[in-house]
T-cell receptor, first 115, second 116 residues
Framework: AQKVTQAQTEISVVEKEDVTLDCVYE???????LFWYKQPPSGELVFLIR??????QNEISGRYSWNFQKSTSSFNFTITASQVVDSAVYFC????????????FGQGTELSVKP | ETGVTQTPRHLVMGMTNKKSLKCEQH?????MYWYKQSAKKPLELMFV???????ENNSVPSRFSPECPNSSHLFLHLHTLQPEDSALYLC???????????????FGPGTRLTVL
């Protein structure tokens, strides 16, 4: 079975702090894909990143960085120097290579960045 | 119009009403999805359509009836809903249902449904 766990339900930080959102996944597929989405208060999920299971290289995009570790089945997301506009619910998701488009979402982590 | 649009954005209906949710994508994608997002719960996949054909029904009650007339439009027909069906209904599209780039799903803003 496939499963995504985001153990942190809510995180509150002060602006300019760094924050890491944890994501742990379970799958038996040898090929799979991991995603992060951001859901601001407006409701629309915004795609942030996709990572393939065969590419463990970490990625940095501006203030965002992702740490993919197959050995611990984790795909953590770090925001450096957080800003108020980063306040949102963040979802980690998993898709198997032959799952017909199915995305399995974690429960989401609500991040609140205070000024 | 760009991206994925959904109408209406908000809907209040009684348990005996019949209503429909509409989703339209302007991305040239071939796959479309309906998700349900209830408070404090992860997103639940409801239906998947690929090239207008339903490929996934995640044990959704028959009071939810999807329709996909073409690859750009997706409807969710609602009838005799229950208060527990109140949720945010999100539509998404992707290039296809394979892996990698094909499975990057783009979401609409959702319809906030309240069933009285």
């Amino acid at each position: 079975a496939q499963k995504v766990t985001q153990a942190q339900t809510e995180i509150s930080v002060v602006e300019k702090e760094d924050v890491t959102l944890d994501c742990v996944y379970e799958t038996r597929d040898t090929t799979y894909y991991l995603f992060w989405y951001k859901q601001p208060p407006s409701g629309e999920l915004v795609f942030l990143i996709r990572r393939n299971s065969f590419d463990e290289q970490n990625e940095i995009s501006g203030r965002y960085s992702w740490n993919f570790q197959k050995s611990t089945s984790s795909f953590n997301f770090t925001i450096t120097a957080s800003q108020v506009v980063d306040s949102a619910v963040y979802f980690c998701a998993l898709s198997g290579g032959n799952q017909g488009g199915k995305l399995i979402f974690g429960q989401g982590t609500e991040l609140s960045v205070k000024p | 119009e760009t991206g994925v649009t959904q109408t209406p954005r908000h809907l209040v209906m009684g348990m005996t009403n019949k209503k429909s949710l509409k989703c339209e994508q302007h991305l040239g994608h071939n796959a479309m999805y309906w998700y349900k997002q209830s408070a404090k719960k992860p997103l639940e996949l409801m239906f998947v359509y690929n090239f207008k054909e339903q490929t996934e029904n995640n044990s959704v009650p028959s009071r939810f009836s999807p329709e996909c007339p073409n690859s750009s439009h997706l409807f969710l027909h609602l009838h005799t809903l229950q208060p527990e069906d109140s949720a945010l209904y999100l539509c998404a599209s992707s290039l296809g249902v394979g892996g990698g780039d094909y499975n990057e799903q783009f979401f609409g803003p959702g319809t906030r449904l309240t069933v009285l």
